[in-house]
């Protein structure tokens, strides 16, 4: 039965690459860049891949996948605990309503969809912090988080697309 | 996927719906939970933190150094248009450092007779561990950095972390192979300072951003930009005299420091053992102290305190006397 197997092994493999690429995409955003002010600014690379999964493939994207990838993207970057699983989990249960509304819509749209969720994304982290920290947060980088993630989404989108029509069929 | 006919919803449908239901709120309750026992300092969380990043530190290690050698061909690429401009900036310094360089030769003697003369016990002496960052500072959320060496090394809580160029941070979270430091601009970080020149007092206050406030000046000190700032040894954990920063601004409420380190720049640290049990550790805090006495600081209390000012304990926020005023 060894192609079954194989066969089998490589399904599995692809399946689980949603996930996957969302971990590989929070270790990206937290190797060290050595580019100055680059940090503060650097884009929620995970917020993308948890929206682009959930839009075009939530079957291969579990919800406890999502909280995972909430808890490592914590414990690397060094937030508090759980602030991103949290936001992480409202996107995910907000995407997935609407998910209806991107398909088949063009990438614009898509585009557009990203910008709201990623500002409602860094809207919530900010006040997530403030009140863990019981201090007004300067909204300065978070709204420059925000920019950067809203810039670099087409690339990534790109890319994610691709993965999706070569690897997921 | 079995193939669905739109619209068919069946009770196991339904059910699984349901259940998918339960399991959301169920998870965002058991982040908000995370969250909570974080902020209360539970040791589990930082436990769970650790081993992650211990897991994890491996595959950044391989990835830091890589970029690190990207970045450093991308740097000589970059000094070799400003060759000529470099070279006459540093002979410049160097002639300047050369002077120095014989000040401190005549300090350094007189140092060693005038400690013979007093029989001056030096110090404990620090011991160093090199130690490579593997993670960007975490920008928006805070301000600290994983570093590739943990309790196998001999890091522990508390210890202070430095460059050549000054202090970067203290060390808050060992896991086996790995550690983070806290940036001395992260908005939990406070760092027991002095003015080098005054020896005053204080305590270095992150924010969060750039440049952290140095707070908590005995009243009547002056401070004025380009004032170094150095650690003052107080507490336990630091060795004194680290640099730390530049007074860079000052006005009625805030001193702001501009600290002598660029994190972003930074590709490997030293951990600074200086074999004192830390910042960190209450009980030997406590114990330091004794037990019937509030923690004042003595000059004030001993000599023009009368029993009305002892009644006022704690200041309202905002009410403090600033360090400017006199």
Redesign the interface.
């Known amino acids: 039965m060894r192609p079954g197997v194989l066969h089998r092994l490589d399904l599995w493999a692809r399946n689980i690459s949603p996930v996957g690429l969302t971990i590989v995409l929070i ?1 990206m ?14 884009p929620q690379l995970a917020l993308m891949g948890v929206f682009h999964w959930t839009v075009f493939r939530p ?1 291969l994207f579990p ?2 996948g ?2 995972a990838i ?3 993207q ?13 936001v992480y ?2 996107v ?2 907000v995407v997935l309503g609407q998910r209806r509304f991107f398909l088949g819509k063009s990438f614009f749209v898509e585009w557009l969809g990203f910008c709201i969720i990623a500002a409602g994304a860094a809207l919530q ?1 900010w006040l ?2 403030s009140a ?2 019981t ?1 007004v ?2 909204p300065g ?2 709204l420059f ?1 925000f920019l950067m993630s809203a810039g670099a989404y087409p690339v990534l989108a790109w890319v994610m697309g691709r993965w999706q029509t070569s690897l997921l069929r | 996927m079995a193939s669905q006919r739109p619209g068919a919803q069946t009770r196991v449908d339904l059910i699984k719906h349901l259940l998918q239901r339960f399991a959301y709120v169920g998870l965002i309750l058991a982040a908000f939970a995370v969250m909570m026992l974080g902020k209360a300092e539970t040791v589990i969380v930082e436990e769970v933190r650790a081993r992650i990043n211990d897991a994890f530190a491996p595959i950044l290690e391989l990835v830091a150094e890589p970029a690190a050698t990207v970045r450093s061909y991308l740097d000589e690429g970059r000094s070799f248009l400003a060759v000529h401009q470099e070279n006459m900036r540093l002979s410049e310094i160097n002639e300047r450092l050369l002077k120095w360089q014989t000040v401190a030769r005549q300090v350094e003697e007189e140092n060693r007779i005038l400690r013979d003369l007093l029989n001056f016990q030096v110090g404990p002496q620090a011991r160093y561990i090199s130690a490579r960052i593997i993670s960007d500072d975490g920008g928006t959320f805070s301000e600290s950095m994983l570093i590739y060496a943990g309790a196998k090394e001999g890091v522990k809580n508390g210890q202070a972390v430095v460059s050549g160029e000054g202090l970067i941070g203290r060390i808050a979270g060992v896991a086996n192979r790995s550690a983070r430091v806290l940036l001395i601009t992260d908005l939990n970080s406070r760092i027991p300072v002095m003015i080098e020149q005054s020896r005053a007092r204080g305590i270095l206050a992150g924010r969060n951003e750039n440049k952290p406030n140095l707070e908590k000046l005995p009243p009547g000190v002056i401070v004025s930009p380009g004032d170094r700032v150095v650690t003052s040894g107080h507490g336990g954990a630091f060795p004194q005299g680290i640099p730390v920063g530049l007074v860079s601004f000052v006005d009625e409420a805030v001193i702001e420091i501009t600290p002598f380190i660029d994190s972003q720049r930074l590709e490997v640290v030293r951990v600074v053992d200086y074999g004192l049990d830390g910042i960190l550790d209450r009980r030997s805090l406590t114990t330091d102290l004794p037990d019937e006495k509030p923690v004042f600081p003595p000059n004030k209390t001993a000599e023009d305190q009368t029993v009305r000012e002892m009644k006022t304990v704690i200041p309202k926020p905002g009410t403090e006397r600033r360090p400017s005023e006199p």
């Open positions: 270790l955003s937290v190797v060290p860049t050595h580019i100055p002010g680059f940090a503060s600014v650097v079957d919800l406890l999502v909280f909430g808890i490592l914590d414990a690397l970057s060094g937030a508090p605990m759980g602030v991103n699983t949290i989990l409202t995910y249960g982290s997530l912090l863990y920290y201090h947060m300067a980088p978070v988080q």
